[in-house]
Structure formats: C-alpha cells, structure tokens
C-alpha cells in the first residue's frame, strides 16, 4: 500500500516516489520519481492534456474498427488513456499492465477509473506478461513504459514484437511511445525490430522531432493492414498546442534503412 510521506501529496511506492500535484487548471498531475507520467481532469475522461497521448487516440480511432475492442495498455501510471477509452468506447474492454502494485493501489483511490471490467489492473512486468498472452487475445496494444526517459530494453527488440503481434488479432494494431533524441536512434532501431514482424508500419510525431531537433515522442505503429492517413486523422492531429503529422510506410522504411534491429540479450 502506498504510504503518505509528511506532505500529503507525496506517496512511498514500490519503484519509488510518486507525487500528485493539483495544476491551476484543475487537473492533476502524477509525478513518479520526478517525472511527469500522467495528466488527470476528475470528471472529465475525454480530456487528454500530454500532446502524444493525443495523438495516440487519434490514431486509434481512425485505424481501428472495432465492436468491443480489446485494448491492453502496457504501462500504466495514471491509466490516462484507458480512461479515456472507457468512456469514448463503452463497450471496450481495457487492460493495464502496471509493474508498480502501489502505484496501481493510489491512482484507483485517487483517480476515477472506472472498475473491471471497463478497466482492469493487472500487476505485472510489461515484458513477462506480454510473453504470457494468449494467442490473437487483443485488438490494440499500448505500449508506454518508461524508465526515466527511456523504454526499457526488452520492450524494443525483436522477440517483443513478436510476441506482442502474435497476441493480436488478424486486425490489431500495435502502438508505442518511443522517447527519442535527436539522433532518432531509438525510432530506428525500433522500426527496424517492427519491420521484421509487422507487415506494416507507420509514425506520428510533430515536425521539430521528426527533423531530430530535440528530445519529444515519436509514437510507432505496427499492423498486419495497410496503414494510411486520412483527412480525419490529418485533423485530429494538427489540433492542439502542438500539431503532429502521420508518416507513412515509406518514410518508416527510409528512416530504418540500413539500422541493426535490437536483439534479446542472452
């Protein structure tokens, strides 16, 4: 259980620290180990205040086509995007795989996350569990799990797309938040790993990063279908304070030429 440390807002978890803080706005932010992970509005699920997430959605929602969709959300914090498609999609049925059971005890005391089945908390290590899940089990796969700035090793290489692609359904759609430099070295390496695996790939990102002007996220896209933009999804994501572009299959490709796929390590 998570424990209060003297100020109220600041909570001992397994992996660390987290800290809630209340913005001006209204909304929440979670802090875990000094790091913004989730953004929360209480009473307001649609509400997505981290751009990538945004994008995320939207990519989502114009790529898919589902009746209940199943969405496994690899990496939790604050469960932002589960809640947000809880609500969007009534009938879908949301998964988080969080490593921290602390963490995942506070943000349903503190947030409003709606309840399993809508949305389930599975206590877990991303990697180990995704290794475990049953064969064409799920429609869409989160992943957005970080240590610091950065994905964890074994939830970049080879062997993870496979499994993550063999636990999809004929139709699913696989999406990651890849934290990049300016380099792009990680989008490359990864995009080189989905290639071996995904029939077809895809990127969103703002232009800046694109252009490995900064540090910013790239989101990665995986599928077994053509993946191609639309004026919808064009729409969804140029609004907000930071607009984004789809890249497609072609661009990916060219960005993971010539780049050595990650490998599990022995």
């Known amino acids: 259980m998570a424990r209060k440390q003297q100020d109220n807002k600041i909570y001992e978890i397994d992996t660390g620290i987290a800290e809630i803080i209340e913005e001006s706005d209204g909304s929440l932010t979670l802090m875990v180990n000094g790091v913004p992970s989730s953004s929360i509005v209480v009473g307001e699920p649609e509400r997505l205040d981290f751009e990538y997430m945004r994008w995320i959605a939207a990519a989502i929602e114009e790529l898919t086509s589902y009746e209940k969709p199943r969405l496994t959300h690899l990496g939790g914090a604050g469960c932002s995007l589960a809640r947000y498609f809880a609500h969007v999609w009534p009938n879908s049925r949301n998964t988080v795989v969080e490593i921290d059971m602390d963490l995942a005890v506070l943000v349903r005391e503190v947030f409003d996350i709606?309840?399993?089945?809508?949305?389930?908390?599975?206590?877990?290590?991303?990697?180990?569990?995704?290794?475990?899940?049953?064969?064409?089990?799920?429609?869409?796969?989160?992943?957005?799990?970080?240590?610091?700035?950065?994905?964890?090793?074994?939830?970049?290489?080879?062997?993870?797309?496979?499994?993550?692609?063999?636990?999809?359904?004929?139709?699913?759609?696989?999406?990651?938040?890849?934290?990049?430099?300016?380099?792009?070295?990680?989008?490359?390496?990864?995009?080189?790993?989905?290639?071996?695996?995904?029939?077809?790939?895809?990127?969103?990102?703002?232009?800046?990063?694109?252009?490995?002007?900064?540090?910013?996220?790239i989101i990665l896209l995986g599928s077994n279908q053509p993946l191609e933009n639309s004026a919808a999804l064009t729409k969804k994501l140029l609004q907000g304070a930071v607009p984004a572009q789809f890249k497609n299959e072609d661009w990916a490709r060219s960005l993971a030429s010539g780049t050595v796929a990650r490998q599990d390590e022995t």
């Open 114 to 217: 709606p309840k399993a089945p809508a949305v389930k908390i599975r206590v877990g290590e991303a990697r180990e569990e995704t290794d475990k899940f049953v064969p064409a089990s799920r429609d869409i796969i989160i992943r957005d799990v970080f240590s610091s700035a950065v994905t964890p090793r074994p939830l970049t290489t080879v062997e993870f797309f496979e499994a993550a692609h063999s636990s999809l359904s004929a139709t699913g759609l696989y999406v990651a938040n890849c934290g990049d430099y300016s380099d792009l070295k990680n989008a490359r390496e990864e995009l080189s790993g989905m290639l071996q695996v995904f029939p077809h790939v895809a990127a969103i990102a703002d232009p800046p990063m694109l252009k490995g002007r900064r540090y910013g996220n």
